[in-house]
């Protein structure tokens, strides 16, 4: 469970979300049920990021091939 911080720009009058624990995890909408799917769809990129981010680091350190799981020759 994340928390999401939720404004209105007093520019655009769009609505801003960003998500307080994923720095950089923000999107903006006009209107709340777009809001909540484009959070929803960021929230998942974000993560799917960061795991894949952690996999190569893994892989990295343990000589091995990130792109197929085997070890470097």
């Not at 994923?22 to 709340?32: A, V």
């Amino acid at each position: 469970m994340f928390t999401v911080v939720v404004e209105r720009d007093p520019e655009t009058h769009w609505l801003v979300g960003a998500v307080v624990e994923l720095p950089g995890c923000d999107t903006q909408t006009p209107n709340l049920p777009t809001l909540e799917s484009n959070m929803q769809k960021a929230i998942r990129a974000y993560l799917s990021v960061i795991k894949d981010w952690k996999r190569i680091t893994v892989c990295q350190k343990n000589g091995m091939d990130y792109r197929r799981g085997k070890n470097r020759s």
